[in-house]
């Protein structure tokens, strides 16, 4: 147990933090081409932000969240998403108070207690955005669009775009009549989960993962047939904005989204590779929610991408970056005499912004030359008893090998010059 991670997490390790350094400077730079700003949560939040926000019929809320009480008796749980807790940061903070469109984005863990498998953990990374405040489905394109520029900037061009509409309070119950009357007959063959979602919450039974469910759906009507005037007119305008910015994706009347906040836009990007966790980004349009959370109606959408996916997804395709190495000077002591004077350079160079390494153990020149070349430096500074009777230091250019003599008091300036070259 105690040199062991609890399962479904896992470490991120020197070796692969580029990678998530590497998206995650991605996705910064592009939240802030489209006017997105960070905004960090806290991991934890009152129980009752996700009862209310997510709905307590939904999987997330009914298996997989970590509650607990703190010493103070106060139900807490671990954020399982981040949609509601930005909700609830744009109310508490009044966000809103200038009347504008606002536009967050986030980039952090979330906890769900899922059976842990490639591409599903129970500590996760998504980032997210969310753009509060209009209704317009402008901004359902412009939250789309950001998202299908992040995967193609990375280079994921095999994921397909699946949009729908899940319409709105108003023609979603006329909707969940006709699905409960197309599975009244089959409800027997129906999974328990199914069974128990026919009453509560009707549409999941089209997102069931069980083969025969999946079967027994063949044929339901679809949601698209029954939205309300609003709700299509929506969506139309929605797809004729996509088009419109180049934006490629599939009608799915199928696509239910696995959070109950969502009204008229649903939409997902799915990596079939990845299979079971094809899902790598998901998303859509949540008007009630603020209005449930406390506030006054208002509408918005946004989405989250599972980090660990992406990452996923690159690696089948070959598409990680090569980790760099990040030192510019190694610096070689041999024997005592030289392990000060090493020690003092080191930290001159630090000063001036050269990063660099030594040995600490005073291991044989060999042994420190080969932890030079590891290192990647592109310079070796070597100091021994014969440098330090002549006052300099052998510098050696690792790429070429070509050794120089440099006397101590030009040495710093020379290897700055050298290095930013
Ligand atoms: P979600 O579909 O539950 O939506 O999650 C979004 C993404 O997070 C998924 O597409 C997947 O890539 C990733 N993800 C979810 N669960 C796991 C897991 N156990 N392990 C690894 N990755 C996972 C939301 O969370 C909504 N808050 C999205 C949203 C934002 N809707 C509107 N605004």
């Known amino acids: 147990m105690l040199t062991t991670i609890p399962r479904g997490t896992k470490d991120i390790l020197p070796g692969t933090v580029h990678e998530w350094r590497y998206l995650e400077e991605k996705i910064r730079r592009l939240c802030t081409v489209f006017g997105f700003e960070e905004i960090r949560t806290p991991m934890f939040e009152h129980t009752e932000l996700f009862l209310r926000g997510i709905g307590e019929t939904t999987d997330v809320v009914e298996k997989e969240m970590y509650t607990f009480s703190d010493r103070s008796g106060r139900s807490i749980t671990l954020r399982p998403e981040n949609t509601a807790s930005a909700v609830r940061a744009y109310l508490q903070n009044k966000l809103y108070a200038d009347g504008n469109i606002t536009k967050l984005f986030y980039i952090g863990s979330m906890f769900r207690y899922d059976k842990p498998q490639a591409g599903r953990y129970r500590e996760f990374h998504q980032f997210g955005v969310e753009a509060i405040g209009e209704q317009n489905p402008l901004i359902d394109a412009e939250v789309i669009k950001l998202g299908a520029s992040l995967l193609n900037q990375i280079g994921l061009n095999d994921i397909k775009l699946k949009i729908n509409s899940v319409g709105c309070p108003k023609c979603r119950p006329v909707y969940r009549k006709k699905l409960q009357a197309f599975f009244k007959d089959k409800f027997d063959e129906l999974c328990e989960d199914c069974q128990s979602r026919f009453n509560r919450n009707p549409l999941r039974i089209l997102d069931c993962k069980n083969p025969h469910c999946r079967e027994l759906s063949i044929g339901a009507p679809a949601i698209t047939d029954s939205l309300c005037d609003e709700c299509s007119e929506h969506f139309a305008q929605l797809q004729r904005h996509l088009t419109a910015i180049g934006v490629e994706y599939a009608l799915d009347p199928r696509l239910v989204r696995g959070l109950d906040y969502y009204t008229k836009t649903a939409f997902e990007f ?77 930290h001159q160079l630090r000063d001036s912004n050269i990063a660099a390494s030594m040995d600490y153990a005073g291991r044989s020149m060999k042994s420190q030359m080969k932890q030079a070349n590891k290192s990647g430096a592109k310079y070796t500074v070597i100091i021994g008893d014969d440098e330090l009777s002549k006052n300099i230091a052998s510098v050696r250019n690792m790429k070429d090998s070509e050794q120089m003599e440099i006397p101590f008091d030009t040495l710093i300036d020379k290897l700055i010059f050298e290095v930013n070259k």
Do not use: W
């Not at 079971?276 to 949540?286: E, F, H, I, N, P």
């Not at 089948?316 to 610096?331: E, G, W």
């Open 270 to 346: 799915k990596y079939t590779p990845l299979g079971a966790q094809s899902a790598v980004l998901g998303g859509g349009r949540y008007d009630g929610l603020i209005e449930e959370c406390g506030g006054a109606p208002t509408p918005a959408v946004g989405f989250a991408t599972g980090l660990e996916r992406i990452l996923l997804a690159l690696e089948t395709q070959h598409l990680l970056p090569a980790r760099k190495n990040t030192c510019d000077v190694f610096i070689v002591a041999m024997g005592e005499n030289a392990t000060q004077p090493a020690f003092k350079l080191l």
